[in-house]
């Protein structure tokens, strides 16, 4: 590939006419490794060594550069991103987008040490950007022993877009607290957490988790560059705070004036660009601005016209390109086959392989370590060839031609260029793509914490809102206390050691009535509930009891069936796939009924436990039967199913409405006579038509969809079926099924590879937007969904439709529409008939348009959380970023508990939050019965925690098992501790931290909180020591059966749960213990054992020695 580079033939993902709806993808583009290989020989071997690439697009930019990284490791390889917000939107860029963009812009502003290539895409290339000498002056460099003062970095940090918060875990965050600085840079990858010694210098810089907010590596120094465009150099401008809802471009303007292009700041470097660039794509994406700037004027004054100097003109544009435009690039290279889609993939890449050597083309494989070994043995069992190794790209390009060589180069696909003689042949083509984990699985599903304002139930007081954490005199001592406000007004201060009895309910102060302090109400409420939770959890034992005593076929196929099943899986399992596929396994081999939910997100590789499982049971034999909930998604499976089973000798049928009904007789004799193996299909399934002649297995997709009565219905079409439940967000009843251990349930957390975060944006309705939102996706050869609440809403919305972009093709779909016509609308957008689809909800199970990455979501007030978020899943299932716009009504104020709805869908836009989000519904809507299909009921009544508390207790009771009432035991008159405001300053923090540590029952865990608190505050002061070693003592104490220990100048006397038998007791003669009236006195003045946390410990530990030996069972 040593040749000139001459005008550009074939550009990857070149933007298209609106007539032509293919991705350039498909249209036979070149892959961004052959064009990152032909861009690193021009650095190599031409004469300029400083290069600007334009590339076509975002996705192409971004690939490019990442693969010109591993080609050439010895240059300076800088990818510069477009923002992440539409032209003169009133959304602005995110902080980590500038963040990421400024760091680049003071790289490339900076003089080149050695070869540079900047990478770019054309729409990058129009914005103007803030002048070099002012970014470079926004960046700090925090160093280890440099003297630091808090104060003026906070008001530093203030100027350059830094917003101030209570828990740093977003970049473009920082927050104080005490000797510790905890900041999230935001163009890092990791938040910073900064240590300030007594001198005042540096004494640490860590890099932290930030969702567990742990520690993780040790830095010498940290650099922290702006979060925001708009870089001041001290305070705020009066002028720009002024503006509010501008656009960013405005508020850019106001504040510089002049703004240099790319292109000046990267002085002294050529331009790459491809041929293809100069004309229609560059004119469409200069329309494109233009027409934002046009729709947002005519919502703005007129006597204030939108800037126009932001963005460069063609003619500018095409001055500054000419000016420095020294290369062109001629790529004409093709992709590699999908080995890992095909069937006997290995034998189909050793084919690839022998047949380009002998043709003279030099075949290289690049992967990791692992993969390469594992590719080279494959060659050496199917052609009796090994690979040579060679170390960089280089020496691929100069290796003879006809070589097979193997390179540790990680590319994303490969690329075949038979111009110059060279195959490169990536791991994903022949293995796919690695899964990467994004944190472990959550085994737990834990109670949400507390927070100032929170409406909370009080164990003996009932509903009340948090107000405050203050501090009072209580017993001589100044002791941390919460405020509880209840209705009229009336408070109640609880001790922080009392925390245990105090839970979220989940609603929102004005959603629900307060309870009056010291009335009966609660207390007749909380009886009712008890009496009612009680029968209930009867009810879940005699349902175990069922269920155990109910023996299931075993299900255990032979190792190597299913491993070879399992093979053809074309990713790598992330830890939570594999520990669910362990689960399943487990459970269908375990002898008895399977009853397991697996909760994942959209493309978390829910499906691919179910295919496991799927293979399990029909590789021993026995029937599956899939079912989905929309005819669409059933089709889809169907599909995925078919090529999953492909030359397995097992058969895979589909039974909806979209098979005629000759085929679906056809099925169903065929599955009456055993020959289907596996059947995907809808509610259909369940009809009296149909019937198994040995079905062993049930999976329910999108279970949330379906209802109590069809799932048992379901469930009743064989005994002792075993049954998997899947979903991205269960609903209430469900998830509390699963957190009763009525069901179990495996959680995957980890997002596939590349995927990105939906941005999730929440503003009233704006045209300007809409338009600019739907054409942008249109113009980067995507679809779009428009969502609206209710059917009557169609044809008013469409006409604003046809009004807003008459040059999009409207598709529309609702559940009023006959089921084949339906179908059709929906199969045929999914196959990309249609730019912009306009429904209701009923699309918000499994249809799956990879193309559709942009999503609106009309009066998103009317719609529940769980809805919001699937719809949200239909968008951003690949590297592309995808946004979300849930728009309300103009002009109307939202209630308190629709906003804070809402906001947690902000909230949780990160990838795996549908747990997250159904937790919440389940505070906010209750789970009630789980037999029933309202989801009111008691758990309205008294809270979703404390309801889940008071049901795991009674549960545990009624399986005659030990009580799970973790109370801890009161000590009191040997302090108290704290977490003071010099430590811990943000109130809510504190509240938060007391409700986590009077949950604590282990001393591990309280060793593990210890450790945290060090870690995120710092040293712990005596108070916060006390605390913690009392919560030790209290855990001791509870342990030994005590309810309360009384601590006082002459003595100690502690209280039991249950009366002692004094004989049993060891010590019972002992000098300095008796015990009187049930109750345990230990004589000797406090005065002469120290202090009453040393006394109570040491009295403990006698205890512990002397307590009567339990028996054994």
Known sequence: MNRPISRTEIIEEMDHPSNDRDLARDQGASPSAAIAAALADSLESGPNKHIVHIAASERSAEETAAALRQFLPSADVIFLPSWDCLPYDRVWPTRANMGRRLRALREIASEPKRPRI??????????????APVIAGGFTILELGQEFDPDGFRTRAEAIGYGVDERVDEPGEIAFRGDLMDIFPAGADHPVRVVIGTDSCIRELKTYDPISQLSEQSRESVTVGPASELIFATGDHPELAAMRATSMEERLVALYGSMPSVFDVASGACVSIAEALEGAPLDRFLGLIEDARGARQEVAAPAKPLPEQFYLSRQEWDVAVRKRHGTSLAVSAARVPKFFQQARSGHRFAEFAERQTRSGVTVAFAGEASELQRADRLLDRKLGRRMGEVADWPRIRSAPRGSLLKAEIVLDEGFVDEQSGIAVVAAADLFGHALKANGSAATSMLEPELRIGDVVVHEDHGLATLVAV????????????????????ASLLVPVDEFGRIWRYGSEPAAVPLDRLNSDGWLNRRKAALRDIDRLAKRLRDLANARSSQPAAIIKPSRADLARFAARFPYTETPDQAAAIRDVLGDLSSGRTMNRLVCGDVGFGKTEVALRACAAAALCGKQVAVIAPTTVLARQHYETFSRRFAGTGLDVAHLSRMVGAAEARAVKERLRSGQVAVVVGTQALAAKSVSFANLGLLVIDEEHRFGVKLKQALRNMAPCLHTLSMSATPIPRTLQSAMSGVQE???LNSPPAKRRPVRTILAPFDPASARAALLREFRRGGQSFLVVPRIEDIDPVRLQLNRLVPELAVKTAHGEMKGRQLDDIMVGFANGDGDVLLSTDIIESGLDV???????????????LAQLHQLRGRVGRGAVQAIALLLTEPGIELAEGTRARLSTMIALDRLGSGLAISQRDLDLRGAGDLFGEDQAGHMKLIGAGLYQH????????????????????????AGKGAFPESYVNEPTVRVSLYARLSRLAAETDLDAFGEELEDRFGDMPGEVADLLELTRLRIAAADLGISKVDVGPEGIAITFRKKPVASKWRFKNAQGFEFRNGRLIFRPPIQSRGSGIDAVRSVLGALRAARPARRRP
């Open 745 to 747: 349930a495996s959680v």
């Open 850 to 864: 990879p193309r559709a990455n942009t999503i609106l979501i009309w009066r998103a007030d009317r719609f529940g």
């Open 470 to 489: 203050e501090q009072v005199e209580l017993a001589g001592q100044q002791q941390d206390v919460v405020r509880l406000e209840y209705q009229d007004g």
């Open 950 to 973: 008071f049901l795991q207790r009674a549960v545990s009771l009624a399986a005659g098992g030990a009580d799970t009432d973790k109370q801890l035991a009161d000590i009191n008159g």
């Open 118 to 131: 900047v990478v770019l895409s054309i729409e990058t290339t129009l914005q103007r950007v803030p002048p």
